[in-house]
């Protein structure tokens, strides 16, 4: 393990620094007061790889090198903000653990066993996953659970999602956070009582059954409308997301928040104290 950083900011590393929310987080703590970008790590070949990721970006430079191994860079940081895939935020997990940073995961499209995985890491340090970041968000789980608590199976409960053209994991891990809480309002398993991906003569519709649908296109950053819909009236509650920014302001909050919290696995309803 290296020297942690010595400041009295907590240094923070940014995996998929290239993607679309790995650069949302360095433009964000290239300007914090509160957190420093201390590293910043890419996948093996990729061209960012060597370069200052300021420069890389097509800014001035940060004097952060893009690295490969996230060996170095996790062993000088108090975080690491993971927003990639579930196969790199495993291996991500382990190290951060090594290191006990805190491991703040934005990565969506994770299985249930690769989810079970990350246990072992949360007996070493402070796991934060959420697969939505934003206040707005978080808050809609909160009213989605108290609203599917109060209305009975006469309402049948939908979530419908829109993303940009580029998202490659369906439905949204923000669609399953909030089928998730309709599931626990109303005190059923969501796997046992789901509807996805309808098609052709599927039969009528099971009651009771939370339904997920899916639309791609464009550059929408992400939509959320959670349908209770009965005989004769229906409850609509919507989120628009129209900027990026509010996923990277809940991460970093999530990274701060977490620095002096007992090793385990949380999420931003625990960060945003929502309960
Ligand atoms: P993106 O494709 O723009 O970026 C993904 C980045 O991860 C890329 O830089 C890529 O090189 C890197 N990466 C992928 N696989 C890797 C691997 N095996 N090893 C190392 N690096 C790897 O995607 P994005 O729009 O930035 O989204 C990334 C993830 O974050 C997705 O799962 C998305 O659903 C999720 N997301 C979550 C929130 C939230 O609030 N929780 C918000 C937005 C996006």
């Known amino acids: 393990m290296g020297t942690k950083a010595m400041t009295d900011m907590p240094g923070v590393v940014v995996t998929g620094a290239s993607g679309r929310m790995g650069q949302m987080l360095i433009s964000l703590l290239a300007e914090s007061d509160a957190l420093q970008l201390v590293g910043a790590v890419e996948r093996a070949g990729h061209d960012w790889i060597g370069q200052d990721v300021g420069v890389a970006m097509g800014g001035a430079p940060l004097g952060v090198i893009v690295a490969d191994d996230p060996l170095d860079p996790f062993a000088q940081a108090q975080a690491v903000l993971d927003f990639t895939s579930p196969a790199a935020t495993l291996e991500y997990a382990a190290l951060a653990a090594q290191t006990r940073a805190v491991h703040v995961i934005g990565t969506t499209g994770m299985t249930a066993d690769q989810v079970a995985a990350l246990e072992p890491a949360a007996r070493h340090a402070v796991i934060v996953r959420a697969g939505n970041m934003s206040l707005g968000v978080n808050l809609l789980t909160v009213l989605t659970r108290k609203v599917a608590e109060a209305l009975d199976a006469d309402f049948d409960i939908e979530v419908v999602e829109a993303h940009h053209r580029h998202k490659v994991d369906a439905p949204s891990g923000t669609a399953l956070m909030l089928g998730q809480a309709a599931a626990e309002g109303r005190g059923i398993d969501l796997d046992a009582h789901s509807e996805r991906g309808r098609d052709g003569i599927t039969g ?54 977490g620095q002096d919290k007992a090793p385990g696995q949380y999420d931003m309803i625990d960060v945003l104290g929502l309960t």
């Open 204 to 257: 009528a519709r099971e009651r009771g059954a939370i339904g997920f649908s899916a639309i791609r296109g464009g550059d929408i950053v992400g939509e959320h409308d959670v349908i209770f819909a009965a005989d004769g009236e229906r409850v609509v509650l919507r989120h628009l997301a129209t900027d990026r920014r509010i996923f990277a302001r809940g991460a970093l909050k999530a990274a701060l928040w």
